[in-house]
């Protein structure tokens, strides 16, 4: 029985994963420990609990791996700063202690973090990103489609899986990269590169693709294969610290937006091209995928794979039958990919797909556990928690008096902080660590953007959904589901409010309180929305909770985000949670069983220490 640990890190959202003779055993970000947003350093934290979880010393590994070669990252960062010396010797001067004292030992400290004297194996970063992909899918075979920002060399890869083996097909290099094209507008526009994608994104819909015409034109070449080549004449990022340049500005109009001031219709219209233009490229390389391996099913990862309106495309085109998306597509994800790729790779071992179910039809589940790999609180820690800190609760022995408590919450229109089980491994909360609302209301949108999670108005909202009812509300095939909140698709034309003539009038940020359906809180001013089914396999109590708040409100719908503010990573401990929930207007914090009213609690002490509650090393 192999006992494999993946890492990543030194780029961001470093992470651990343990897998065990093939089965995911834990997965989780350093950051949730560190509380320290996209927390870069050598995940000690996550790799702790991992072994704790499976009640495992670092001496009883058999190998550790790290998700892509350093000496060959280095070789490009060399190789590059020679291309346009001498542009860029300050970055280059800015980027080497960090590469001498860290990055180029990764063994060493690998040894000394762990305490660990055994192999350490390094994986492509691709090759990390394709096995996350394929190998917790439910798929014997299928192709493989990765698109971030760069690994060692490469951007984009198509593969093909099959069986216990990825074969590489096909790939784009750097410079040339639609991770790097989609920050480079995403830091042009304002926002955080490596964070504000999902901004820009959820921006698109206010604008009109006014500059596709432009960015193809100047910025992209794109081939009908959807390879693609840019004019690394526009961008700053090989050189400098700052990814577009003064050609770039002439381009468009004037210089980027700096960050927090107002958004202006220039930026919409940016977003919804550049959008525009991802799809496009998404959808090619998709359809170049299905030619290249001609299978009937499809795995995505890779920072793009985020992507959730191109992954939407890509469905609504029917170009494979099947799709699948790796919940942790970052870099994250690369941990564990990293330590399936050892397992089936390295080792050789054979992959076995689900048993059949007790009807004898081949069982569709993945190996992804729900991506609920992360840490679990019991009650009893729980009850410790809060009676040692002296904060008053009602605690409910019965699943089902606590879901339906809480539905009853929802549905006068109270917002809920939702702690249950373990953590979500990946950036979308899944309901083990959720902030939650009645999708039917005309203020939840306004109110959880403005008041608990203290973020831009134009943010859209996810709804959670049981899955035997998704096609209730959306445009989405009866049986399927969309488990990782990775997809968006339409809401249904009968529960659409048409616009009138004059709203129809309106411009950017204008539309945005305007009601769309009769689920206002989650459906995005184009009628869309980023939806997560829920099973009964995944997350039994969730789907509960979707139950009953059906049976009150025949709405077995609401909505979900993640547990956390803007600017901190999701809570990972019952202390975080009630540190969240204390210095933002929720109403109410279920704990597991435990459900505390705002109105009821303490005057809210910073200072009390409280991180010897739930120590995870």
């Known amino acids: 029985m192999s006992k494999i640990l993946g890492i990543s890190a030194y780029y961001h959202d470093s992470a651990a994963a343990l897998v065990i003779d093939g089965e995911i055993i834990a997965a989780a970000q350093e950051e949730r420990f560190t509380r320290k947003k996209q927390d870069h350093r050598f995940p000690s934290n996550a790799s702790a609990y991992c072994l704790k979880e499976a009640k495992l010393s670092a001496k009883d590994l058999d190998y550790v791996v790290f998700y892509d070669r350093p000496l060959l990252k280095f070789e490009r960062l060399l190789e590059t700063y020679l291309r346009f010396a001498p542009k860029g010797i300050s970055s280059f001067l800015q980027a080497m202690p960090i590469w001498i004292k ?26 990390s990103h394709a096995a996350s992909a394929f190998f917790p899918s439910p798929y014997e075979e299928a192709g493989i489609l990765t698109l971030d920002g760069v690994g060692e060399w490469t951007t984009t890869s198509i593969s093909k899986g099959s069986k216990n083996n ?30 504000g994608e999902y901004k820009l994104m959820g921006l698109a819909p206010y604008g009109e693709a006014k500059y596709v015409k432009s960015i193809k034109d100047h910025i992209v070449d794109i081939k009908d294969d959807g390879s693609f080549r840019l004019n690394m004449d526009y961008f700053n990022y090989c050189v400098g ?23 202006t219709q220039r930026e919409m219209d940016l977003a919804k091209s550049i959008q525009v233009v991802t799809e496009e490229i998404m959808l090619k390389l998709a359809r170049t995928t299905k030619k290249m391996t001609d299978t009937e099913n499809l795995c995505l990862a890779g920072g793009v794979a985020l992507n959730c309106v191109g992954n939407g495309k890509i469905i609504n085109e029917k170009i494979f039958k099947n799709v699948w998306i790796q919940p942790a597509s970052g870099d994250a994800g690369g941990a564990l990919g990293a330590a399936l790729a050892i397992h089936y790779h390295f080792e050789k071992n054979a992959r076995t797909l689900l048993a059949k179910n007790e009807d004898n039809k081949k069982n569709t589940r993945d190996f992804q556990k729900g991506s609920y790999l992360g840490p679990a609180f019991t009650n009893e820690e729980i009850h410790s928690f809060l009676d040692k800190n002296k904060l008053p609760s009602t605690h409910h022995e019965s699943e089902d008096e606590l879901c339906e408590k809480v539905a009853d919450l929802l549905g ?38 403005v008041a608990i999670k203290f973020r831009e108005s134009f943010r859209p909202f996810a709804p959670s959904v049981a ?26 034309e009968d529960i659409r409010i048409p616009m009138t003539e004059e709203q129809k009038k309106l ?17 995005h001013i184009d009628y869309s929305a980023r939806l997560q089914t829920v099973n009964k396999i995944d997350n039994p109590r969730y789907y509960k909770l979707l139950d009953k708040f059906h049976q ?51 005057t809210f002490n910073e200072t009390i220490n409280w991180k010897e509650e739930f120590a995870l090393d």
Not at 415 to 433: I, K
Not at 467 to 492: I, K, N, W
Not at 565 to 593: Q, S
């Open 507 to 523: 411009f950017g940020i204008d539309k945005l309180n305007i009601p769309r359906s009769t689920l206002p809180a989650i459906t």
């Open 552 to 602: 009150k409100t025949n709405f077995a719908i609401f909505v979900n985000t993640s547990f956390n503010v803007r600017g901190e990573p999701i809570v990972c401990t019952p202390e975080d949670a009630y540190k969240c929930f204390m210095r933002t207007n929720m109403d109410y914090l279920v704990l597991e069983n435990f459900i505390l009213d705002k109105k009821s609690q303490p």
């Open 241 to 263: 610290f700052k990814m577009t340049n003064s050609k770039f500005d002439k381009l468009f109009g004037g210089p980027a937006r700096k960050a927090e001031s107002k958004l």
């Open 166 to 195: 990825i074969d590489f097909l096909s790939e784009i290099k750097f410079p040339h990269s639609l991770g790097l094209l989609y920050s480079a507008f995403t830091y042009y526009t304002g926002f955080k590169v490596n964070s």
């Open 412 to 449: 006068k229109e109270k917002v809920v902080g939702w702690f249950h089980g373990r953590m979500e491994f990946g950036p979308r909360a899944l309901g083990a660590r959720s902030i939650l609302g009645d999708a039917r209301s005309q203020s939840m949108q306004k109110n959880l953007n």
């Open 102 to 127: 860290n990055k180029l030992w990764i063994p060493q400290t690998i040894q000394k973090e762990l305490g660990y004297d055994g192999e350490v194996l390094f994986c492509d970063h691709h090759e």
């Open 467 to 492: 899955a035997d009812r998704a096609h209730e509300y959306f445009q989405f095939p009866e049986g399927q589901e969309s488990p990782y909140m990775l997809v968006t698709t339409p809401v249904r």
